[in-house]
């Protein structure tokens, strides 16, 4: 994942569903919710119209958040930049917005003769 952005939603705007709470950050209920879009590496696999769902696994486990939206059409024909919804906690969700700007790539690591892959954000 590179070139992370912040992605502010049409379902957002004049929405009395959403209501701003930080920026872009948004209340549903008792959630908070905030997009992004990245471009894909070359290699990184699609499935189900969605790029790089383990790297997309490992960055929710890191903040304790779930995808509430995938923007399916966004998503569907486009090879060229992936869209997606995350939801949680108010403090998990801003922290999660550290990766914009960012690259988020799997590491291979090698300790005590084990190979690990790990999350890598910078």
Known sequence: M???KNFVA???KNNPEYTAVAEDIYQMGNEYVTSF?????????KIGGLFAPYLLEDLLDTY???ISDFYGALNKNNE????FEVAGDLEEVKQCREIIGK????QTIEEDGEEYITLTIE
């Open 80 to 83: 060229q930049e992936c869209f």
């Open 103 to 106: 690259h988020v790539y799997h």
């Open 64 to 66: 304790s958040l779930y």
């Open 10 to 12: 049409e379902k957002y």
């Open 2 to 4: 590179k070139n992370i």
């Open 37 to 45: 879009s990245f471009e894909p590496e070359i290699g990184e696999e």
